[in-house]
Nanobody, 125 residues
Framework: HVQLVESGGDSVQAGGSLRLSCAFS????????MGWFRQAPGKEREGVAS????????YYGDSVKGRFTISKDNSLNTLDLQMDNLKTEDTAMYYC???????????????????WGQGTQVTVS
């Protein structure tokens, strides 16, 4: 079965950087789309960055463009999110997600994704 395990969350000062990693396993149904989502207290889960696995096309939410970079290393079975110039507004629980059937134009809709990790907390002050 599919397993996703996030790591790397921490508390940092505004302007600092963090690198989150998602270790994945159990991908047995061909190509999987993968992405990072976040959810702050009292807010809906929102898409941060995703990779349309079939063609490796990256997509970013408007609020993180130019600051975050998503990457996937199939040899290490990890999905990473490099976060630079962090802002207090980035504070949230960050989740790794995967699915085989997410439409290209639904990548930032959390309800469309099947598999989720447990989350890792990022706090920016």
């Amino acid at each position: 079965h599919v397993q996703l395990v996030e790591s790397g969350g921490d508390s940092v000062q505004a302007g600092g950087s963090l690198r989150l990693s998602c270790a994945f396993s159990g991908f047995t149904q061909g190509s999987y789309c993968m992405g990072w989502f976040r959810q702050a207290p009292g807010k809906e889960r929102e898409g941060v960055a995703s990779i349309y696995t079939g063609d490796s096309t990256p997509y970013y939410g408007d609020s993180v463009k130019g600051r975050f970079t998503i990457s996937k290393d199939n040899s290490l079975n990890t999905l990473d999110l490099q976060m630079d110039n962090l802002k207090t507004e980035d504070t949230a629980m960050y989740y790794c997600a995967a699915d085989t059937t997410v439409g290209r134009w639904d990548l930032f809709l959390a309800s469309q994704w099947k598999y989720w990790g447990q989350g890792t907390q990022v706090t920016v002050s």
